[in-house]
């Protein structure tokens, strides 16, 4: 079975510091991996995902994220937070043999942004 | 484009009570999802379709929870009777297919007391 475990429910860095959001999956199959963000009162936002081509993969609002296959992780990386950073961010899997693209989340990040 | 819509935002019912929710997806996705979100937690799927056919309820609670999508549009998700741990945000999303990105609704919260 798959699943996703996001490192810290909380982060928290100052503005300008580098943004780190940590995922670690389990997966019996090459996995898809995606990250979401959600803004408060409102649905998820694709970031960024990888689908078994390069493994940095670059997203939305400067993000990027490295798919390391030894160490099943897929890192959320930021080289400087905005304030407007702030939100909760998802990691999470599908299975890249299903038919069905189910997505299953991790728990989740908070990432707080200090001025 | 519009976005997914759902409704309502906001819903307080009392436990033993029915409550539904709406979605539209946006025009012409073929595949719709219903996720429940409890407070702290990721998104959890409940049920997926592809057109107006299920393909994935397996973590639906069949004995209170029921869905359905009429014409491969719009779809109404039904909870009967409340629980409390019922309470969540219940969240729709939408795609061209099953594997093309999911957009997702605001959501509606749900509070059963």
């Known amino acids: 079975a798959q699943s996703v475990t996001q490192l810290g429910s909380h982060v928290s860095v100052s503005e300008g510091a580098l943004v780190l959001l940590r995922c670690n999956y389990s997966?019996?199959?090459?996995?898809?991996l995606f990250w979401y963000v959600q803004y408060p009162n409102q649905g998820l936002q694709l970031l960024l995902k990888y689908t078994s081509a390069a493994t940095l993969v670059k997203g939305i609002n400067g993000f990027e994220a490295e798919f390391k296959k030894s160490e099943t992780s897929f890192h959320l990386t930021k080289p400087s937070a905005h304030m407007s950073d702030a939100a909760e961010y998802f990691c999470?899997?599908?299975?890249?043999?299903?038919?069905?693209?189910?997505?299953?989340f991790g728990q989740g990040t908070t990432l707080q942004v200090k001025p | 484009e519009a976005g997914v819509a759902q409704s309502p935002r906001y819903k307080i019912i009392e436990k033993r009570q029915s409550v539904a929710f709406w979605c539209n997806p946006i025009?012409?996705?073929?595949?719709l999802y219903w996720y429940q979100q409890i407070l702290g937690q990721g998104p959890k799927l409940l049920i997926q379709f592809q057109n107006n056919g299920v393909v994935d309820d397996s973590q639906l609670p069949k004995d209170r929870f029921s869905a359905e999508r009429l014409k491969g549009v719009d779809s109404t998700l039904k909870i009967q009777p409340a629980k409390l741990e019922d309470s969540a945000v219940y969240l729709c999303?939408?795609?061209?297919?099953?594997?093309?990105?999911?957009?997702f609704g605001p959501g509606t919260r749900l509070t059963v007391t």
């Open positions: 025009s012409g996705h073929a595949t």
């Open positions: 999303a939408s795609s061209p297919g099953p594997w093309a990105e999911q957009y």
């Open positions: 999470a899997v599908s299975d890249g043999s299903s038919n069905t693209g189910k997505l299953i």
């Open positions: 997966s019996s199959v090459p996995p898809y």
